[in-house]
Nanobody
Framework: QLQASGGGLVQAGGSLRLSCAASGRTFSIYPMDWFRQAPGKEREFVARIRWSGGHTYYADSVKGRFTISRDNAKNTVYLQMNSLKPEDTAVYYC??????WGQGTQVTVSS
């Protein structure tokens, strides 16, 4: 099970930190991704991290503003989002290798 949390309403330029807590099975074999889906748009990749090695990847639209990290002891992946823009407004999902998905958490950035 993947439980995403941390979403909310923030003004442009603000910050939020999303969390994705993994439980119930071993997800260490999967890369952990954050995706997002804005109203009327397709779901899009945001960031990825691997449990081992910590290699990270980002969509160009968030590079330099978002940071993905993990806490292996807590089985939790984080997405620190800084300098938020109205176009970052979306439901954010965490996924393990795109095979298992969390329920999503709403992020709304006001201008």
């Amino acid at each position: 099970q993947l439980q995403a949390s941390g979403g909310g309403l923030v003004q442009a330029g603000g910050s939020l930190r999303l969390s994705c807590a993994a439980s119930g099975r071993t997800f260490s074999i999967y890369p952990m991704d954050w995706f997002r889906q804005a109203p009327g748009k397709e779901r899009e990749f945001v960031a990825r991290i691997r449990w081992s090695g910590g290699h990270t990847y980002y969509a160009d639209s968030v590079k330099g503003r978002f940071t993905i990290s993990r806490d292996n002891a807590k089985n939790t992946v984080y997405l620190q989002m800084n300098s938020l823009k109205p176009e970052d407004t979306a439901v954010y999902y965490c996924t393990a290798g795109q095979a298992y998905w969390g329920q999503g958490t709403q992020v709304t950035v006001s201008s």
